[in-house]
T-cell receptor, first 112, second 115 residues
């Protein structure tokens, strides 16, 4: 069963606007969440993470928000750039440094 | 520095043959993970090692799959008597224990096709 869900397979955003990618999870024991970015023919690349004791983590144009009561997290990219076009995976783990449970990914297209 | 490398990048094999997939983690990384990724899906956990010890193999689909990391560095994932359903991208990742967030660094993957 899929414990991490990304219900939007794709998203298209204009350059300069905000991209919001969503992720839901079912296991309340998850305590660490990560976002990965993947370009074609490459492996996933770590983007940003958040511990369950926080509700927000920011790194430059990327911010991850965690709502534990709703078992929901989101990745905000502001402003979006064409180079951000990639597949974004949400992942969660039971304990930092352990196996990651991935969602199916959301394909983001940022148009000029 | 060098990232995670995997070899071969592509492997085509006939059903029933054994295959060995290799992963060379980032130097000094303690933990090594194997994942399998089907088309349109996210990576699915198979197994992981801390140093040479296999800590969890609960994700291995059946006993045709095995993995080892004898010296705590390079790892090999072996699939015996391959079947067509084994066709997928096999990804390796490594992580250090120098402190959170313990993000895993992925290699480019090995595309396995079983004909």
């Amino acid at each position: 069963d899929q414990q991490v869900k990304q219900n939007s397979p794709s998203l298209s955003v204009q350059e300069g606007r905000i991209s919001i990618l969503n992720c839901d999870y079912t296991n309340s024991m998850f305590d660490y969440f990560l976002w990965y970015k993947k370009y074609p023919a490459e492996g996933p690349t770590f983007l940003i993470s958040i511990s369950s004791i926080k509700d927000k983590n920011e790194d430059g144009r990327f911010t991850v928000f965690l709502n534990k009561s709703a078992k929901h997290l989101s990745l905000h990219i502001v402003p979006s750039q064409p180079g951000d076009s990639a597949v974004y995976f949400c992942a969660a783990s039971l304990e930092s440094g352990y196996a990651l449970n991935f969602g199916k990914g959301t394909s983001l297209l940022v148009t000029p | 520095g060098a990232g995670v490398s995997q070899s071969p990048r592509y492997k085509v094999t006939k059903r029933g043959q054994d295959v060995a997939l290799r992963c060379d983690p980032i130097s000094g990384h303690v933990s090594l993970y194997w994942y399998r990724q089907a088309l349109g899906q996210g990576p699915e956990f198979l197994t992981y090692f801390n140093y040479e010890a296999q800590q969890d193999k609960s994700g291995l689909p059946n006993d045709r799959f095995s993995a080892e990391r004898p010296e705590g560095s390079i790892s090999t994932l072996t699939i015996q008597r391959t079947e067509q359903r084994d066709s997928a991208m096999y990804r390796c990742a490594s992580s250090s224990d120098s402190g959170p967030p313990y993000e895993q660094y992925f290699g480019p993957g090995t595309r396995l096709t079983v004909t």
